[in-house]
């Protein structure tokens, strides 16, 4: 790399590192004068060093050389003094730094967490969830300490670093500089090992996303552990995590190892060349010995700076490193946004549209292949076909969790991209086979639908739900708390729940994705009856293999491979002999005895 080269890539790192600290500016600006405050109170505190190795000069030159302590009794208690001014000093920059960091930490974890649900579904099907806690809410932590702990100790250690290096110049310039090279000197390795240790960091970052990803999977899917006896199986994956860890972090200590007693060792040469060379000038009278002690006072407490002010840029590395993520969360853009300016949706006259429609989740692999239906107002409408067919996935694209790639969905003719999420999204409710329910109370979740919602509103949608007479065995009654995702609760229950919250809602457009697939037939019973409740005067799109709703549908739409292949009554395709009466066949060959509430085989109608 030529000398040009080398300068651009200096002015490179330099500017993306302002950009960087500019961008933290950002989060300090609003407590500036906290800041000031912190800033007085962090000052004198390297300072107040350089003041006692200052001191030992006259102490040790009346002590040492002319025996008498009349003129400098006082020191002793001097030296106690400032260093419980020090003391007090630091109590407080910890204090207001704690205050500080605190609030900026909440402020960027916020800004993190409003991002975070700007994000589209295919980000979450994506990204792991340890990712999501690694760089969501640690990495916010680690930006933090940045901002102020780490910068509190840097400048206590570059103001007491620039004090006694003063004491030093000031007590004696030949012996100054040689201390100051040799100082320097030991900062040389620290700076060489810089880029193993981030590498090193950044993959260990990496593997502890993958281990709280690991605890979260066996966590939600601890009953399949226990029913599978997957214990040995999930202990052996946690072991070759955590040995991957622990190479990681061997690495990092043997360079960390090898980094302190070579400091150490460089110090101790120092050290040494200023004892030899000092002791010179004391015997030539060049220096007397109260300089001498002073000048070895403020070195030994100089190399402590020194040595930690390598630490400190070290930390403050590995913190900008932490920050590079978390800016480059801020900085992402979400696929699916809400246009500027949107389109309002009216009452909706006319229904829903799907022109020509194409998806895939993965390139290559069409989920839907220019798919054209149309949902009328009021009409319910029944998707059934095999497995992997597109059903859900038309269900998952009319409320815009991802966009089409050709074509397009219109409600009264207006592009759903045109229109403002939060808009679209009113207008839809969604009771899907495995809906999540939220740690808290039954009201809290039943309330996600309408926090407005007064007292007989909830009972209302509580009795068209069909959970009253469950409630009320309930000694806490609506806030009961149920445990995360709804534990507490039985399948049907949770089901119910979830119908009140979406009967709460008093959406238009009602979309149902195998809400009564994972029940048994008296619980499926149940939820058909408030599933009921919630069709009326909707325009209701039902995904669904349970008979009872395909026959209660105005139409039928039979979808396989990402086409469309049949549409009609139920009746109508009957008697048309093709793929919906196959299927319907089957199931009444394998139920003898089907009446309303049995349910066409999963493996064909899913």
């Known amino acids: 790399?030529?000398?040009?080269?080398?300068?651009?890539?200096?002015?490179?790192?330099?500017?993306?590192?302002?950009?960087?600290?500019?961008?933290i500016y950002?989060?300090?600006?609003?407590?500036?004068?906290?800041?000031?405050?912190?800033?007085?109170?962090?000052?004198?505190?390297?300072?107040?060093?350089?003041a006692i190795a200052?001191?030992?000069?006259?102490?040790?030159?009346?002590?040492?050389?002319?025996q008498s302590i009349s003129s400098v009794s006082l020191v002793p208690f001097v030296i106690v003094g400032f260093t419980l001014v020090q003391g007090l000093l630091n109590y407080g920059s910890i204090y207001l730094g704690g205050w500080l960091g605190s609030h900026i930490l909440n402020n960027i974890r916020q800004e993190l967490f409003e991002k975070l649900q700007t994000m589209d579904v295919c980000y979450f099907d994506q990204t792991p969830s340890g990712m999501v806690i690694q760089r969501y809410l640690n990495d916010p932590q680690v930006l933090q300490s940045s901002i102020l702990n780490n910068f509190k100790d840097l400048t206590i250690r570059l103001v007491a670093s620039i004090s006694l290096i003063f004491v030093l110049l000031y007590t004696s310039w030949k012996l100054a500089i040689v201390a100051i090279v040799i100082l320097m000197a030991t900062l040389i390795p620290s700076t060489r090992i810089r880029k193993s240790i981030r590498g090193l960091n950044l993959r260990?970052?990496?593997?502890?996303?993958n281990l709280i990803s690991f605890y979260t999977e066996t966590t939600m899917g601890i009953r399949v552990v226990y029913g599978y006896n997957l214990h040995q199986e999930r202990l052996t994956k946690f072991k070759a995590v955590q040995n991957d860890i622990h190479h990681q972090n061997l690495g990092l200590f043997r360079i960390q190892g090898r980094l302190t007693p070579t400091m150490h060792f460089i110090a101790s040469i120092g050290i040494a060349l200023i004892i030899w060379q000092g002791s010179q000038l004391v015997v030539t009278h060049q220096l007397t010995t109260g300089a001498f002690v002073s000048f070895l006072a403020a070195l030994v407490m100089l190399y402590n700076p020194i040595k930690n002010l390598g630490n400190s840029l070290f930390t403050t590395q590995n913190a900008l490193m932490a920050a590079e993520r978390v800016f480059e969360i801020m900085d992402l853009q979400p696929t699916v946004q809400s246009p500027k300016p949107s389109k309002p949706i009216g009452r909706i006259q006319k229904g829903i549209s799907l022109e020509n429609v194409s998806f895939s989740y993965t390139n290559g692999i069409p989920v839907l292949k220019d798919i054209s239906l149309q949902f009328r107002v009021g009409e319910t409408v029944a998707l059934v076909g095999n497995s992997g067919g597109g059903k859900s996935t038309i269900a998952s694209l009319i409320p815009r969790f991802y966009d089409v790639q050709s074509g397009a969905i219109t409600i009264d003719g207006v592009?759903?991209?045109?229109?403002?999420?939060?808009?679209?999204?009113?207008q839809i409710a969604m009771v899907t086979q495995d809906n999540f329910l939220f740690n808290g109370s039954l009201r809290e979740n039943i309330l996600m639908g309408n926090p407005e919602a007064s007292e007989a509103d909830i009972m209302d949608v509580v009795d068209k739900a069909y959970l009253s007479d469950f409630i009320q065995e309930l000694p806490a009654g609506l806030e009961t708390l149920i445990g995360e995702r709804g534990i507490m609760l039985s399948g049907g229950q949770r089901q119910r729940v979830a119908i009140a919250r979406a009967l709460l809602k008093n959406a238009p457009i009602v979309i149902l994705d195998e809400a009564t697939s994972a029940l048994d037939n008296q619980s499926e019973a149940v939820v058909q009856k408030a599933l009921e409740a919630l069709m009326v005067n909707r325009t209701v799109i039902v995904i669904a293999h349970r008979l009872s709703t395909i026959r209660n549908a105005h139409r039928v739409v039979v979808i396989?491979?990402?086409?469309?292949?049949?549409?009609?009554?139920?009746?109508?395709?009957?008697?048309?002999g093709g793929m919906y009466a196959s299927l319907y066949n089957l199931q009444f060959q394998n139920n003898a005895n089907a009446n309303s509430t049995i349910a066409l085989p999963e493996e064909a109608l899913v």
């Open 1 to 23: 790399m030529n000398f040009r080269d080398a300068l651009s890539t200096i002015r490179h790192k330099l500017s993306v590192q302002w950009a960087l600290y500019r961008r």
């Open 26 to 50: 950002r989060y300090v600006h609003p407590y500036l004068g906290f800041v000031a405050l912190w800033m007085l109170l962090t000052l004198p505190i390297g300072t107040l060093d350089a």
């Open 54 to 66: 200052f001191s030992l000069r006259p102490y040790a030159d009346t002590i040492l050389v002319k």
């Open 204 to 209: 260990i970052l990496d593997i502890t996303s």
């Open 415 to 426: 592009d759903i991209r045109d229109v403002d999420l939060a808009d679209l999204r009113h």
């Open 560 to 576: 396989d491979g990402g086409n469309v292949m049949e549409e009609g009554s139920h009746d109508a395709l009957l008697a048309q």
